[in-house]
Every structure is written in structure tokens, then in C-alpha cells.
């Protein structure tokens, strides 16, 4: 089972992670820190789908990056080879397998608002409510609701611990839980520019939206 466009509403958030917060500070006052203080991030991660009855359908490796604002870059090694590359207002979608590219507006199209969050274009109280959903086993999590009507996603958890990103899951309009965990994690260190540069490889079908 390949990635479809609802995930990237996770994927796409995920760059906030920041070590730049305190333990004094509330669960929301570190969000918007992990906001403002990211301004770059490299990562492994490990990706878990999961269906309406909680049964995971599909686990995905491989390697992310950040760069602030609004580049980013998902290369998926297990189990398919895909690429997912955000610069410029738009994000390319490659599946090496099927050795086709689909090109979307960084918008609401791919992926609702959290996409506009990692951009800087919006704000986080002007678009999400914001809830504190307590602490379970040192991670304190929080829940997002997008306030716009027409997202595709129904809301999104975000686990903190001592003042690092711990955990995420988000919920879709299509039943499907998605499940991100990172390791490696490396902030506001320097990425080489032509990382978000993306060069269609010959012989692939272009689809341009």
C-alpha cells in the first residue's frame, strides 16, 4: 500500500519537533515554541497506518528533512522507494516503483492547514482548537481540531516529553490512524539547499495539479 495525500497532513506537521523548551512552560506555550524555534530538521522515522479496527495495515522507514520556511523532504526506503519534496509553494510526489510524479500546490490541497503551519503563513490558534488531553507515562499530549470544516483530517495528537517532540497520530476523514515516531533527531543544523531540489528522473510520467 503506497502513501496517499491525507498522511502528508501528518507528515508534513512533524517538522515542528524543537528542543528549545522548558518544563515550566504549558504544553500549548511548547508547541508554539516548537514553532518558532525549528528553523531545520533531520530525522529517521518510522511511519505505522493503521485501519478503523486499530489493526496496523502498513509500517514505512526512512529519512527526513526541514528547512524552514517551507522545505521539507520525505525519502521512504521501506517497504517502497518514494519521495515526497516541498520548495517553492509546491511538492512533488514520487513513486520510484511506478516511476511516476505528481506535482500539487503546497495548500490546502495537500494536506489542510498543518502544511500552512510548517510554512509560516498561519497562525495556531486562528486555525486549530487546542486541547490538553493530560499526561500518560511521562508524555503529555495535546489535540488539535482543525476549525476549518473542509480539512482531511478529523484532528491530530501531539505527545511532549521534557520538552521534546515524543509522539504524533493523526486521524483522517478515511478511518485511517497515522503514527510517526523519530529517532536521530537533529536540530537547526545546516542542509545542504540542493537536498530540496528535485530533478524528474527520465522515463517518468509528469502529472501536474
Not at 522545505?71 to 520510484?96: E, H, T
Not at 490512524?177 to 539547499?193: A, E, G, M, Q, V
Request: aromatic share 12%; with cysteine; net charge negative.
Amino acid at each position: 500500500m503506497k502513501i496517499h495525500l491525507p498522511c502528508l497532513s501528518l507528515l508534513v506537521f512533524l517538522c515542528l519537533a524543537s528542543p528549545l523548551t522548558h518544563a515550566t512552560e504549558s504544553p500549548i506555550q511548547q508547541l508554539k515554541a516548537f514553532l518558532a524555534a525549528t528553523k531545520s530538521l533531520t530525522a529517521d522515522f518510522k511511519q505505522v497506518s493503521l485501519n478503523e479496527s486499530g489493526t496496523p495495515t502498513q509500517t514505512s522507514y526512512g529519512e527526513f528533512f526541514l528547512q524552514r520556511p517551507g522545505k521539507f523532504r520525505w525519502n521512504y526506503q521501506k517497504p517502497y522507494l518514494q519521495q515526497i519534496i516541498a520548495l517553492s509553494g509546491k511538492v512533488w510526489f514520487y513513486d520510484q516503483d511506478l516511476e511516476q510524479v505528481t506535482i500539487k500546490k503546497l495548500d490546502e490541497s495537500v494536506g489542510s492547514t498543518p502544511a500552512l503551519l510548517l510554512s509560516g503563513d498561519i497562525s495556531l490558534e486562528n486555525n486549530y482548537t487546542v486541547d490538553e488531553q493530560g499526561n500518560d507515562d511521562g508524555i503529555t499530549w495535546l489535540r488539535l481540531i482543525p476549525k476549518n470544516d473542509q480539512s482531511s483530517f478529523k484532528y491530530l495528537l501531539i505527545g511532549l516529553s521534557n520538552g521534546e517532540l515524543s509522539g504524533m497520530e493523526l486521524n483522517d476523514n478515511f478511518g485511517q490512524l497515522t503514527r510517526i515516531y523519530f529517532s536521530n533527531l537533529k536540530h537547526n543544523t545546516p542542509i545542504k539547499p540542493d537536498l530540496f531540489e528535485f530533478k524528474t528522473p527520465a522515463g517518468a510520467d509528469v502529472f501536474s495539479e
